[in-house]
């Protein structure tokens, strides 16, 4: 893995199947990323506020900024409507072309 935008969004994809976290550890040894990089990866997505470190054990977790993000996406675009009163999402076949 090389650059840095790759990195974080590798740990940040890799995080979505570790709701109750995940240490450094195993985030680092299953990306086959440096401990030290990782390290310092995760510090900059805290930092951004994408991912949180558990008190009890020190795993990194997400917090809800990128579910957020994608609920605002989803409003602002039009991708949600309500057709006869009921709330539904338009087929991924017409919103992503």
Same mark, same amino acid.
């Given at each position: 893995?090389?650059?840095?935008?790759?990195?974080?969004?590798?740990?940040?994809?890799? #995080?979505?199947?570790?709701? @109750?976290? %995940?240490?450094?550890?195993?985030? &680092?040894?299953?990306?086959?990323?440096?401990? /030290?990089?990782?390290?310092?990866?995760?510090?900059?997505?805290?930092?951004?506020?994408?991912?949180?470190? #558990?008190?009890?054990?020190? @795993?990194? %977790?997400?917090?809800?900024?990128? &579910?957020?993000?994608?609920?605002?996406?989803? /409003?602002?675009?039009?991708?949600?409507?309500?057709?006869?009163?009921?709330?539904?999402?338009?087929?991924?076949?017409?919103?992503?072309?």
């Amino acid at each position: 893995m090389s650059g840095a935008t790759e990195k974080s969004l590798a740990i940040l994809e890799y #995080l979505v199947a570790y709701p @109750d976290g %995940a240490s450094l550890g195993r985030i &680092a040894t299953e990306l086959n990323q440096l401990r /030290s990089g990782c390290h310092r990866t995760l510090h900059e997505l805290i930092r951004m506020g994408y991912v949180r470190q #558990l008190p009890e054990r020190g @795993d990194y %977790a997400l917090t809800t900024k990128l &579910a957020s993000m994608g609920l605002s996406f989803l /409003s602002k675009s039009g991708a949600w409507r309500r057709p006869q009163g009921n709330w539904s999402v338009w087929p991924l076949s017409t919103a992503s072309g």
